[in-house]
């Protein structure tokens, strides 16, 4: 942003975003949003467009190629989306006939190619779809509660192939042109509407480390801009002096370090900064856009990006208040109905409370005093929704220490059948020992029997139970390789009881530390993942 910024051209790399955070656009906000890893495209775009952090277990749903529709998006929620741009990003998004697509050619996104090009063809199509009789015709194109989503793909191709030094030509020439691209774009738009009633949000899914890569939980992953300027955005963010900053320790050892930065090497004054989540980016979309919030979405509206007229931000975030209310009432209910005995359901010990306290709050807000202003009441209402995110939080993280307890026992077993293996191997009787019927093997097939109901009766789906079960039928084999190569028997019964009483023990103590699940920091940070 800044003169000789760039260390190769010389020149202000990106004179359009100069432009709008200079505040001659009209209204504007931006900050930084934080994402989460696995910091890769989908579910970068998951979390913005769906507002949830998306399982890496989805991978075996097809992460790539299949548009997955168990999920709500603000696309969903609009009226019309049009959106072009790389095939194996807007296909995820596809899955409503109100939702129209716009790939451009796989060949085209070729490492032997100028990634220039990849932009480039996104404003050439949009150019030509605005400019169309077809276009000038559709009431579709004319109805509030639409979005425009363009992809632009060349900054990430361009990061692959040159790296982003300061001293890569190729990454900032990239840059350069995708300044040009938004500026075109917002010119078309403009053009096609003729009135200020367009809302521009420019963001990016995740970041990349100057050798070219993401994936990782770097700050240089995780952390990308938002800008937000146009239609329905604050009007105060320039004059509040009043920075919200999420600060990563990571990144730098104190915030005034991180605000000399940003003032030195971005030119942006950091009193105006207002960071969010990734999945606060849905919330944003659908408040800016008037459609109802993703149903599935964690986010929390960052209110301070709304114009405050007309009691807006109020208004924004009791919705969202009410949407996770509901999530968590919905989670509640799935986890409950997947218990086999309700007896064995241990529901968030402040539900109740919570719910007690929004009716409180909602007869207020219904019934307020004479002369009170609604906007009076957004502290309290972002305090009682921080609570029902942790109440969902509480349900997200049910059977984590049974599962965690399971995978890793899973592997320590995995790991001494494997030295036991190659024990067996290297004394040259592994026919042998295939060959006869391992003893103990009666007793594990009791120990399933008996485990494998109480897991199930907990809650645990079948796929859960079988990583806590996998390690069972390994300690026959085992158990016979340690008293082959001690000279010593091996009590199968004792070890049966062993692992029984462990299994059960590691049961107890999960469902005993459920209550407390929300004071682990460690599971804060696994939050999403």
Not at 148 to 172: E, I, P, V
Not at 387 to 400: F, V
Request: proline share 5%; glycine share 6%; with cysteine.
């Amino acid at each position: 942003l800044r003169e000789g910024g760039n260390g190769v051209t010389g020149k202000v790399t990106t004179p359009f975003l100069k432009k709008i955070l200079s505040g001659k656009m009209g209204n504007t906000c931006w900050g930084v949003t934080h994402t989460h890893v696995p910091t890769e495209s989908r579910p970068g775009h998951v979390a913005l467009i769906a507002g949830l952090y998306e399982d890496p277990s989805a991978v075996t749903t097809g992460w790539q190629s299949n548009p997955n529709s168990s999920f709500d998006t603000a696309w969903k929620e609009s009226r019309s989306v049009w959106q072009w741009g790389a095939p194996e990003i807007v296909d995820i998004f596809n899955a409503a006939p109100h939702i129209h697509t716009f790939p451009f050619p796989s060949e085209l996104n070729d490492f032997a190619l100028n990634p220039e090009n990849l932009d480039s063809w996104v404003v050439s199509n949009l150019t030509s779809f605005l400019s169309s009789e077809a276009a000038r015709n559709d009431d579709d194109l004319h109805n509030s509660q639409i979005f425009f989503f363009l992809h632009f793909l060349a900054m990430d191709s361009a990061g692959h192939k040159f790296g982003t030094s300061s001293a890569t030509a190729g990454y900032y020439e990239t840059l350069m042109n995708l300044d040009r691209c938004l500026a075109e774009s917002f010119e078309k738009i403009n053009d096609f509407y003729g009135d200020d009633s367009t809302a521009f949000v420019i963001t990016a899914d995740h970041g990349m480390t100057k050798r070219g890569s993401h994936g990782d939980g770097s700050p240089e992953e995780t952390r990308v801009p938002i800008i937000v300027f146009g239609a329905g955005v604050s009007e105060t963010c320039f004059t509040d002096a009043d920075p919200e900053i999420l600060f990563s320790s990571e990144a730098f050892s104190s915030v005034d370090e991180e605000n000399e930065f940003v003032e030195e090497h971005w030119g942006l004054n950091p009193k105006n900064r207002i960071d969010m989540q990734a999945a606060d980016v849905s919330m944003l979309l659908s408040s800016l856009s008037g459609v109802p919030y993703p149903t599935h979405s964690e986010g929390v509206v960052p209110v301070r990006y709304l114009s405050s007229a007309s009691n807006n931000r109020f208004f924004a975030l009791f919705a969202n208040l009410q949407q996770a209310r509901e999530r968590l009432k919905a989670s509640s209910a799935l986890r409950a109905s997947r218990t086999l005995l309700s007896a064995l359901f241990f529901e968030w010990e402040h539900e109740a409370l919570v719910e007690h306290q929004f009716s409180e709050l909602n007869t207020k807000i219904k019934n307020p005093s004479p002369g009170l202003d609604l906007d009076s009441f957004i502290d309290e209402v972002r305090e009682l929704l921080q609570k029902y995110q942790q109440g969902a939080l509480y349900y997200r993280h049910y059977d984590y220490k049974v599962m965690i307890s399971g995978v890793s026992v899973a592997y320590v077993v995995w790991n001494v059948f494997s030295l036991c293996v190659s024990n067996e191997m290297l004394r040259r009787d592994s026919v042998k020992v295939a060959s006869n019927p391992l003893p103990g093997t009666t007793v594990m097939m009791i120990i399933y029997f008996l485990v494998v109901p109480v897991l199930l009766t907990l809650g645990l789906r079948p796929r859960d139970v079988a990583y806590c079960v996998f390690p069972l039928h390994l300690f026959p084999f085992i158990g016979r390789s340690l008293g082959r190569s001690s000279g010593h028997s091996f009590s199968f019964r004792k070890a049966a009881a062993g692992i029984t009483l462990t299994i059960l023990l590691l049961c107890k103590k999960s469902t005993s530390n459920r209550r407390n699940v929300l004071e682990d920091p460690h599971l804060e940070l696994l939050y999403g993942l």
